[in-house]
């Protein structure tokens, strides 16, 4: 099976494009977000299946919801708070991922999730730096490809704002060739 791509896409619109490089820029969006404690292997499908719980019906609502892309995921890191700044540290065995919730939707009427480890957000508009790739998903090729936005972002001299996060758009059956993955790294 090939995968078809047919879930809706939070919108965005391109600034600047460069190659397989673009800059967007996202309105603001409403997620529904887990903290996985598993290494990335495991914390794909036991994310993915949480997730999926809460928009096929999963919620305090007995509501489901369509399925929007792209589903992120990044390294969770650990804070420590100091006078200034907030730094943020990897911590190893935790992720995070969040699907993004149809536009129709408000905060205020989503579904509430029974699941005490799924958690509704609103995410700020924002510019977005996006290196986009086909092929498997895996923690080396997410490293690899945040290290080349990096250093274009870097030689472009754009100030980054977040780690890098993936984010994937196709069904996992989907032929790894033709999988629409990307890595995003917000900026200012």
Known sequence: MVGIRNSAEAA????LQDGDIEIRAYQP?????TIIDADYADSGSIGFNRLAGYIFGNNRQQ???AMTTPVYREQQGEKIA????VLQQKSAGQWRMAFVMPPEYALSTLPEP????VEIK???AKKVAVLGYSGS???EKINAMANELSTWL????????????SAAYDPPWTIPALRRNEVHIDIE
């Open 63 to 65: 509501q489901k919801m």
């Open 82 to 85: 100091m006078t200034a700044p």
């Open 114 to 117: 029974l699941d005490p480890l």
């Open 29 to 33: 969006l409403l997620i529904a977000e």
């Open 122 to 124: 609103q995410l700020p």
């Open 12 to 15: 965005y619109t391109v600034i």
């Open 154 to 165: 870097s030689r472009q001299d754009y100030k980054i704002r977040s780690s890098a996060r």
């Open 137 to 139: 998903l895996s923690e």
